[in-house]
């Protein structure tokens, strides 16, 4: 198919747009950010670099539109600082809710699917057990609830659409700016010592395995609501602590605490528990996420020796060779 891809530069959009790619697609990536306008080298020079649209343009979008003549898009673009939607509810519901609603809107009057990345972050985080995509979403900070409404857009205008819900991104190389990568800058810069909280519970998301599973998704044209995140749970402090282990990082020290110890850094109210499980994958048996650990392990041996920053264990983190 042609697929337009939007917020195509970020972490995601880098694993995503090659996995289309390798089984087929011609893809048109666009982004806001053009700051790297070709991040995927290993295509070659027949893949378009990333063109600039900015999803909360009407204009914008009817122009790629015309321009790509898409036969499917993936819609990722998104503000995805849980922080800054907090400070900022009206940029939050531009950039999640409404332009969602433009790119809607552009589906429907093309006759295409949309895929829409959506986030764990929709739930209130009061379940003890993983959430499955039957369970009703009470978001409870700016972020959750405008990304739930992207998806109440994606529902209402289209009758053909997949929202998949992602867990705590895990991925992206130089691109990762979530959780694992401020461990590593912290390793980097000399920490002795880390902390991280035990009292916020989720699921790790691979990007390239949900890159690879969503390839195999939209092929199916199961339209509907899905889950995917790599298999298991943990806490920050048990992603943390599986970095030092992976990295063998025994002079440095882990202290377990709680959220309220970064309540100035990360003031956004955050759920107590994100943990999902793939439901409606594993019923249709399309479920190829992999275990969280063993993906944090694979990223942490290949991707991340491209950043540079962690010479003291260049040597553990080179792919391992065959």
């Given at each position: 198919?042609?697929?337009l891809v939007?917020?195509?530069?970020?972490?995601?959009?880098?694993?995503?747009?090659?996995?289309l790619?390798k089984?087929g697609?011609?893809v048109?990536?666009?982004?806001?950010?053009?700051r790297?306008?070709?991040?995927?080298?290993?295509?070659?020079g027949?893949?378009?670099?990333?063109?600039?649209l900015?999803?909360?343009?009407?204009?914008?979008?009817?122009?790629?539109?015309?321009?790509?003549?898409?036969?499917?898009?993936?819609h990722?673009?998104?503000?995805?600082?849980?922080?800054?939607?907090?400070?900022d509810?009206d940029?939050?519901?531009?950039?999640?809710a409404?332009a969602?609603?433009?790119?809607?809107?552009a589906?429907?009057?093309a006759?295409?699917?949309?895929?829409?990345?959506?986030?764990?972050?929709?739930f209130?985080?009061?379940?003890?057990e993983p959430?499955?995509?039957?369970?009703?979403?009470?978001?409870i900070?700016?972020?959750?609830?405008?990304?739930?409404?992207?998806?109440h857009?994606?529902?209402?205008?289209?009758?053909?659409?997949?929202v998949?819900?992602?867990?705590?991104?895990?991925?992206?190389?130089p691109?990762d700016?979530?959780?694992?990568?401020?461990?590593l800058?912290?390793?980097?810069?000399?920490?002795?010592?880390?902390y991280?909280?035990?009292?916020?519970?989720?699921?790790?998301?691979?990007?390239?395995?949900?890159a690879?599973?969503?390839?195999?998704?939209i092929?199916?044209?199961?339209y509907?609501?899905?889950?995917?995140?790599?298999?298991?749970?943990?806490?920050?402090?048990?992603?943390?602590?599986?970095i030092?282990g992976?990295?063998?990082?025994d002079?440095?020290?882990?202290?377990?605490?709680?959220?309220?110890?970064?309540k100035?850094?990360?003031?956004?109210?955050?759920?107590?528990s994100?943990?999902?499980?793939n439901?409606?994958?594993?019923?249709?048996?399309?479920?190829?996420?992999?275990?969280?650990?063993?993906?944090?392990e694979e990223?942490l041996r290949?991707a991340?020796?491209d950043l540079?920053?962690?010479?003291?264990t260049k040597r553990?983190?080179?792919?391992?060779?065959?």
């Amino acid at each position: 198919m042609r697929i337009l891809v939007t917020g195509a530069a970020g972490m995601l959009g880098s694993a995503l747009v090659p996995a289309l790619v390798k089984v087929g697609h011609v893809v048109t990536p666009t982004d806001i950010d053009l700051r790297d306008p070709r991040p995927w080298p290993q295509l070659g020079g027949a893949q378009a670099p990333i063109g600039n649209l900015d999803v909360r343009s009407r204009d914008d979008i009817a122009a790629w539109f015309e321009r790509a003549r898409p036969e499917f898009v993936v819609h990722l673009a998104a503000e995805t600082d849980v922080d800054v939607c907090e400070r900022d509810v009206d940029h939050a519901y531009l950039t999640n809710a409404i332009a969602t609603k433009h790119v809607a809107i552009a589906c429907r009057a093309a006759n295409v699917p949309l895929a829409y990345v959506s986030t764990a972050g929709v739930f209130d985080g009061t379940k003890d057990e993983p959430y499955i995509e039957y369970d009703a979403a009470y978001p409870i900070n700016n972020y959750g609830r405008s990304k739930l409404e992207g998806e109440h857009y994606t529902q209402t205008f289209l009758d053909r659409f997949y929202v998949v819900r992602a867990g705590w991104m895990v991925g992206g190389g130089p691109k990762d700016h979530k959780f694992v990568a401020k461990i590593l800058q912290q390793l980097a810069t000399g920490a002795k010592t880390i902390y991280a909280v035990s009292d916020k519970l989720g699921t790790p998301t691979y990007a390239p395995d949900f890159a690879a599973c969503f390839a195999g998704l939209i092929a199916t044209e199961s339209y509907g609501l899905y889950h995917m995140a790599c298999r298991g749970r943990g806490t920050r402090y048990d992603v943390a602590r599986k970095i030092l282990g992976v990295l063998g990082r025994d002079d440095v020290r882990l202290e377990e605490v709680g959220s309220d110890f970064f309540k100035d850094e990360y003031p956004a109210p955050r759920p107590r528990s994100e943990m999902m499980r793939n439901l409606m994958l594993d019923l249709q048996d399309l479920n190829t996420m992999r275990d969280w650990e063993d993906a944090l392990e694979e990223y942490l041996r290949t991707a991340f020796s491209d950043l540079g920053t962690m010479t003291s264990t260049k040597r553990e983190l080179q792919p391992e060779r065959k």
